[in-house]
């Protein structure tokens, strides 16, 4: 098995400057890049409507770095902040409960500077976990995915040299040859993971990298490039430096992971197709196929590429690419991925082995197929975006991470982002429990287990992958809760959190059907469950930081949704 290393002392970062700005698609944001990105101390007394006034000068008294704010409704934005610093949201800074996440915080930040991982003398990125009881097997490399809510963190705290450094780096991992067995990957992809290794003979240090040989199956990681290009763009809003996107090797490398997800083929769908285990669920749970995940990041790693994108010849072309891929993975989505009691009655009442293209049941999917527990989980006031649509198969289990994504994106439109969550806040039990979040609901067990997960004793029901609760999903569910106007979801969710996490100290994952207990083969100081908590904390402190990882709707990707013929039956 091939070793793959680079050596990064040839950091040539060429900055240039762009063409005339031309994009079709319009991303329009909520501008809140030129806010203080530090938490604010809130002042109790003062008046909403001042303090609402004065957050709405600032959000619109400057343009994203590449696209202006414009024709943005006055009302709307206006009404979206009133929510947000209703005095219901706003914290009591002497309140115990406060003190009590200064502590959290303080303690979280220490632990989370404790994981850095330096190579010649320089942060590159932070471990995935540092638990001093286990063995370390693969958790002491540096993870893309696990890395962001880290980059997150500390881009907040102004601390950006540290992921300037991780985008760089992983770039050049990407450019080197990859091979498992005698197969040749893409050159697009990029690494799951990479380690320093030490040679204290020569006193030298050399970065290896993992694109996948090593993991669990084989598989390789289809979200680390969608994560790369998503925290770039983070990076690139948050200092306001488009210096580093600009270089030549950053645009080659944008360009490279695209080619392997806009290229011709047989497919049919304008989705990606997966094999199990290539995202964050790195194990076999079923969600071979089209998963939500996947899909989700493929659309806001989109969106992040046409505000990355130099509009130079080469730039052109992908844009031009990229527009219409947008349009139709917007639509394919909305349409049949989305759930709700009314979708759900119309499948139900489907009928099969429809031909042609006026077919209703257009996957042929069999309502006698829908699985008893979603009728009552389903509420009349909710929806969310189903796991997975293939022919004759639809996985009605929920995902947060796809779902969190779709609202941060504007996959979701605002209805379909209102509608998730309302389903978080009326299955609060199911999705939350006693320890945010849920990664899955429900759980695979008995002969469903065996058959999809071939009996792993890790992803046992209501553990790990399969229906445990993460805590890093905290940062993705209080973004999405200030995105669509509900922080007060996200606080109650991160006060759960805080009266266990630091006493347990920080595990990776909690099990049950409540989350109560802490997972049985869970790694403590797990470093994205601590960095996910601080994101979580500033971003509800200083809301201004959501612009780095929110996109606000376009609205030439919202044309009338016709999801079926018997819709409007």
């Known amino acids: 098995m091939p070793s793959f290393t680079v050596d990064p002392e040839d950091d040539t970062e060429n900055s240039g400057t762009k063409a005339g700005e031309l994009t079709p698609l319009k991303i329009q944001e909520f501008d809140f890049s030129k806010l203080e990105i530090r938490p604010r101390n809130h002042n109790i007394d003062r008046h909403r409507s001042c303090e609402v006034k004065a957050l709405f000068e600032l959000s619109m008294a400057s343009a994203s770095p590449r696209h202006t704010l414009k024709n943005l409704d006055h009302l709307k934005i206006t009404e979206h902040l009133e929510n ?181 083929g047989f497919d049919t769908f304008p989705t990606l197709l997966c094999a199990d285990g290539c995202c964050m669920i790195d194990r076999r749970m079923g969600i071979y196929g089209y998963p939500i995940e996947i899909q989700a990041l493929f659309f806001m790693a989109l969106r992040c590429a046409l505000n990355l994108l130099k509009q130079d010849d080469k730039g052109k072309e992908f844009v031009e690419l990229i527009t219409k891929r947008l349009h139709a993975l917007s639509y394919h989505l909305r349409s049949y991925f989305w759930l709700d009691f009314r979708q759900l009655n119309d499948i139900y009442r489907y009928k099969t082995e429809e031909y042609s293209h006026t077919a209703v049941n257009k996957f042929n999917v069999m309502p006698d197929s829908l699985p ?4 009552d989980f389903v509420p009349n006031r909710g929806g969310y975006f189903i796991g997975n649509v293939s022919p004759a198969r639809m996985d009605f289990r929920w995902f947060c991470l796809g779902n969190c994504i779709a609202i941060l994106s504007s996959l979701a439109t605002p209805n379909q982002s209102a509608a998730i969550m309302d389903l978080i806040e009326a299955r609060w039990t199911e999705l939350v429990g006693e320890m945010p ?17 071939g009996c792993d004793p890790k992803n046992t029901r209501w553990s790990y992958h399969n229906g445990g609760s993460w805590p890093v999903l905290l940062w993705l569910l209080t973004a999405a809760s200030i995105k669509t106007g509900r922080p007060q979801i996200a606080r109650r969710a991160i006060e759960l959190a805080e009266t266990r996490l630091l006493k347990d100290s920080w595990p990776e994952y909690y099990d049950g059907t409540l989350g109560r207990y802490v997972g049985k083969q869970a790694r403590k100081f797990q470093t994205w469950s601590i960095a996910g908590y601080l994101v979580a904390k500033m971003m509800l402190e200083d809301p201004s930081h959501l612009g780095m990882v929110a996109l606000e709707e376009d609205k030439q990707m919202t044309p009338p949704l016709r999801r079926s013929a018997s819709w409007s039956r």
């Open 437 to 453: 979040l849920k990664v899955c609901y429900p759980a695979l067990e008995n002969h469903e287990w065996r058959v999809i997960t």
């Open 372 to 375: 008893d527990w979603l009728f």
């Open 84 to 264: 947000a610093y209703s005095p219901s949201w706003r914290s009591n800074v002497n309140s115990p409960k406060a003190s009590i996440g200064s502590h959290l915080q303080a303690e979280a930040w220490e632990a989370l500077r404790r994981s850095l991982v330096h190579f010649r003398g320089r942060p590159v990125g932070t471990i995935a976990a540092m638990d001093p009881s286990e063995e370390a097997l693969n958790y002491n490399q540096v993870f893309v995915r696990d890395f962001v809510p880290s980059a997150l963190a500390f881009l907040m705290s102004r601390e950006p040299e540290i992921v300037r450094n991780f985008l760089t780096k992983t770039l050049r991992l990407q450019s080197w040859e990859k091979k498992i067995d005698r197969f040749q990957l893409g050159a697009g992809v990029m690494p799951a993971s990479f380690k320093v290794f030490q040679d204290p003979i020569r006193n030298t240090e050399t970065l290896i990298a993992d694109f996948g040989e090593s993991a669990i199956g084989r598989v390789a990681p289809v979200d680390s490039g969608f994560w790369w290009i998503i925290l770039l763009r983070a990076y690139t809003r948050a200092t306001g430096d488009s210096s580093l996107a600009d270089t030549p090797d950053c645009q080659q490398g944008i360009r490279l992971i695209l080619s392997l997800c806009l290229s011709e």
